[in-house]
């Protein structure tokens, strides 16, 4: 018995101000499934994770987004987070003055609705899962990313995902700015959360491999252009590894990336 797709996002066309970034991107993902989403800068891989969580700066023009089997891409990003979608940020914003733990109290209720979370049972949760993922319990009481490090402030995204508990994380570019050491640290707790919800799908989307060294994708795509334009099992990583984009980027018409000293 075939499996019924959690997310189907069919030709896809989406701008910002004006600039048409995404061009007809089609892509459907099963639960429990791990798909890696890579390509060159300004290939439009934080706008389709902007996208799918509904960021208000972003137009569809075309196309949808069929969550559950329900169309959401006119719903608002607080309805799609209630619905199971949490989206990891590439540069997590700093709140001062809002602790963490009255942070992930908020977000819990909202998405869980407040009556069903009560602050005692919440706060034994949310001690027990800082533990297993190796966050100090002070960070409870600290401002929301302020004065974080890059690996601290992605360490929290990976706790508020543990405890907001989706069926779809969506993972922008969480190995930005990351030690190997920090990386580690982060893909383990992500790990951690596929293994003990091996119903989860994730969409992780990375510019180089090394995160897919640690989160072990079954599917790879390629975006280039603002269209995915090849697919393939773990091995496509490995290929762009060796031989970078420009092969990719001068079949479908775009430029080279620029050299980086």
């Known amino acids: 018995m075939s499996k019924k797709p959690l997310i189907e996002i069919k030709n896809l066309h989406a701008e910002i101000d004006g600039q048409p970034i995404l061009k007809g991107l ?5 639960e429990g499934e791990t ?4 390509g060159p800068n300004g290939s439009g891989k934080s706008t389709l994770s902007n996208v799918i969580m509904g960021h208000p700066s972003y137009e569809v023009t075309e196309g949808e987004i069929i ?4 169309n959401i891409t006119e719903q608002e990003p607080d309805e799609r987070a209630k619905a199971g979608i949490f989206l990891a940020f590439q540069y997590p914003t700093s709140i001062p003055g809002v602790s963490m733990g009255n942070f992930l109290l908020a977000s819990v209720k909202a998405v869980r609705g407040a009556d069903n979370v009560k602050p005692l049972p919440f706060r034994k949760e949310l001690m027990g899962t800082m533990d297993e993922l190796g966050i100090n319990r002070d960070f409870a009481r600290r401002y929301v990313n302020d004065g974080f490090s890059g690996g601290e402030k ?14 779809l994380a969506l ?4 190995d930005s700015g990351l030690d190997i050491d920090a990386l580690k640290v982060v893909a383990d707790g992500v790990n951690k959360q596929m ?3 091996p119903e989860m799908a994730s969409l992780v989307i990375t510019h180089y491999q090394r995160l ?12 280039v252009g603002g269209k995915i334009v090849q697919s393939g099992g773990p091995e496509v ?9 420009d092969e990719l980027l001068k079949a479908h018409g775009a430029s080279p990336e620029p050299a980086t000293v």
Do not use: W
């Open 26 to 30: 089609d892509l459907t993902i099963h």
């Open 237 to 245: 990583a490995h290929q762009l590894e060796e031989r970078g984009y």
């Open 171 to 174: 993972l922008d570019e969480t």
């Open 212 to 223: 897919l060294n640690h989160i072990k994708p079954d599917f790879v795509h390629v975006l």
């Open 154 to 167: 992605k360490r929290c995204e990976i706790l508020q995902m543990a405890l907001l508990k989706p069926s």
């Open 195 to 197: 293994q003990d919800r």
């Open 67 to 70: 969550f559950r089997g329900e």
């Open 35 to 38: 798909h890696a989403l890579m």
